[in-house]
């Protein structure tokens, strides 16, 4: 995919895969210790009011087999959500272990090799392989079992009877969970933006930005509505994304002009949600929303040509003219 992007003389910033080698091989070599200088390139304040640090260093691969190149990061917000992740799957596995015990020593789990099966189960699904260490120890269970049939009498034959009863034991691997938070906020983006043309820092920010473009996918299967259709010919496919992305570009260009006509003329907000609410950013789908009992009636009698004005509300010609529309094309 990246390689048809840069054909067609594309550019691109993306997460560089945890599959690919480069990915594995410098986050092995900070869990096991191997001294890194990263270096502050970026910080900002979010909206909670902390300020989210960025670093970068000049270690690990550079570049992919491709020539595309990579660079790493550490943010010092994701490094806080990682931690706070990995501690939250380790408590989940802790529950899941504790809930497992009562379950031993019955059905599918009698036997040392299917309860360790189990218990690697549980950690390969909340992905605390190698965090937590366990072992299956087992104890024997004497009891007697009277050899004849019948009511117990005095002086009956007995037999030993001996069982293996399974328990599971666990503790977390404080020197695995210390070199896994090594690689705490730590993530590299592969791109083929040269030095020249984008600095690390604006290789970052530009990252950053895809969330904005992300949120318009969902508009699709929202208020635009775009459902499945499966079609042969490629040239129909074209179309049908062609038109998709002018939907988009017009939704996008709509709220874009309120927004920016909204600054222009010093409106922090304006009545357009539900029961008369105000909002800082409409949306187009409100917008169109408050012009959904718009109608136009006209009818012919005879030579005679009826026609019913319009009547907008105080509202709808506000955002008109915050649209730059002219009211003209209503009467």
């Keep these: 995919n990246l390689a048809d992007i840069e054909r067609y003389h594309g550019k691109f910033v993306t997460v560089l895969p945890r599959t690919w080698k480069e990915d594995k091989v410098f986050r092995k070599d900070l869990e096991d210790g191997e001294e890194v200088r990263w270096r502050k390139i970026h910080e900002e304040m979010e ?21 595309y190149r990579i660079i790493w990061y550490r943010d010092s917000t994701k490094k806080a959500l990682d931690a706070a992740a990995r ?87 404080k020197a695995a969970i210390k070199a896994r938070s090594r690689t705490d906020g730590v993530f590299p983006l592969v791109t083929n933006l040269s030095p020249q043309e984008a600095s690390k820092v604006r290789v970052f920010l530009i990252y950053k930005d895809q969330a904005l473009v992300e949120r318009r ?32 570009v ?42 959904r009992d718009v109608s136009w009636y006209e009818f012919k009698r005879g030579e005679e040509h009826l026609v019913f004005p319009l009547k907008l509300t105080k509202l709808q010609k506000e955002v008109l003219g915050l649209l730059g529309m002219d009211q003209k094309n209503y009467i």
């Design 250 to 291: 017009v939704y996008s260009l709509i709220e874009r002009e309120l927004r920016k006509n909204m600054e222009r003329m010093g409106k922090e907000e304006i009545p357009i949600l539900p029961e008369s609410r105000s909002s800082k950013s409409p949306t187009t789908s409100r917008i169109l929303e408050i012009f």
């Design 47 to 67: 909206p909670d009011r902390e300020f989210r640090t960025i670093w970068s260093t000049t270690s690990g691969p550079e570049e992919t087999p491709q020539g």
């Design 217 to 248: 996918h969902r508009v699709m299967k929202s208020e635009l509505s775009v459902a499945p259709v499966y079609v042969k010919k490629p040239k129909r496919v074209q179309g049908i994304l062609h038109a998709t992305f002018l939907a988009l």
């Design 87 to 173: 501690e939250e799957r380790l408590k989940k596995t802790e529950e899941e272990l504790r809930a497992l015990i009562p379950k031993l020593n019955r059905g599918a789990l009698k036997q040392r090799g299917a309860i360790k099966q189990k218990v690697q189960t549980i950690l390969k699904k909340n992905r605390c392989e190698g965090l937590i260490d366990f072992s299956v120890v087992s104890t024997e269970k004497v009891s007697l079992t009277r050899l004849r049939r019948g009511r117990p009498r005095k002086g009956d034959p007995l037999r030993e009877v001996r069982t293996k009863i399974f328990h599971v034991e666990w503790k977390r691997n």
